[in-house]
């Protein structure tokens, strides 16, 4: 999800970038929660961050306490490192609205660090 902001946010200012420490395909709910913001992810890929050895970063943003604490160290000496614990709507157990608010949670939390980064940080 903040894939799919950052790059509707910063219009070409910067090459963004996403991956994990796990692989895990598209998450049905991100797909369609970033859908009803007129935002299309599906064509998005699920990485782990050792596909992008020797990227010279500008920016290294972890997004989960997990991420930030399990995640191998990037060399990258002028990166400025970010973090940011976001609510994860996969762990939500529960019915079909449940699920959906939580999606809608994270999305609009995601929308707003997402926005302010671009606005403080690319202009």
Same mark, same amino acid.
């Given at each position: 999800?903040?894939?799919g902001?950052?790059?509707?946010?910063?219009?070409?200012?910067?090459?963004?970038?996403?991956?994990?420490?796990?692989?895990?395909?598209?998450?049905?709910? %991100?797909?369609? /929660?970033?859908?009803?913001?007129?935002?299309?992810i599906?064509?998005?890929? &699920?990485?782990?961050?050792?596909?992008? $050895?020797?990227?010279?970063?500008?920016?290294?943003?972890?997004?989960?306490?997990?991420?930030?604490?399990?995640?191998?160290f990037?060399?990258?000496?002028? %990166?400025?490192? /970010?973090?940011?614990?976001?609510?994860?709507?996969?762990?939500?157990?529960? &019915?079909?609205?449940?699920?959906?608010? $939580?999606?809608?949670?994270?999305?609009?939390?995601?929308?707003?660090?997402?926005?302010?980064?671009?606005?403080?940080?690319?202009?």
């Open positions: 999800m903040a894939h902001y950052l790059n509707s946010f910063q219009s070409g200012l910067a090459t963004i970038y996403s991956a994990g420490i796990e692989t895990h395909g598209l998450n049905p709910g %991100a797909v369609a /929660i970033m859908a009803e913001d007129d935002i299309d599906t064509g998005h890929t &699920s990485n782990h961050v050792d596909e992008y $050895a020797g990227i010279q970063w500008d920016y290294i943003i972890t997004v989960c306490d997990h991420a930030k604490e399990n995640c191998p990037i060399p990258a000496e002028k %990166a400025k490192r /970010i973090h940011h614990n976001f609510f994860d709507p996969s762990k939500v157990q529960g &019915s079909e609205t449940e699920k959906h608010t $939580a999606f809608l949670k994270a999305r609009n939390e995601i929308r707003e660090f997402c926005k302010g980064f671009v606005e403080e940080e690319l202009n």
